[in-house]
């Protein structure tokens, strides 16, 4: 599966990682890779949740992404 992650600088130079298609799934990391490599385990913890207690995976189906070139 595949999720868009949200990674976002803090201003102490530690970064936030969200995942928009699972709501309240959110990790950090002193670093970009450790807030990475955070947000996939929550990630998998997410979705084990979701299968222990019957609910849907949420799927990213609808998401378009578009990219410009900016001069």
């Known amino acids: ?10 201003p102490d130079e530690g970064f936030v990682a969200s995942v928009p ?3 309240g799934c959110v ?3 002193d ?3 450790q ?5 996939r385990e929550a990630i998998e ?3 084990e949740d979701c ?3 019957g ?9 378009e992404f578009v990219e410009i070139e900016a001069a």
């Not at 868009?4 to 600088?9: I, K, N, S």
């Open 1 to 10: 599966m595949r999720f868009t992650v949200v990674l976002e600088q803090e």
């Open 21 to 23: 298609a699972l709501p």
């Open 27 to 29: 990790s950090q990391g």
């Open 31 to 33: 670093t970009r890779e």
């Open 35 to 39: 807030a990475l490599r955070n947000i």
């Open 45 to 47: 913890l997410y979705l």
């Open 51 to 53: 299968r222990e207690s």
């Open 55 to 63: 609910d849907p995976i949420p799927s990213e189906s609808g998401r």
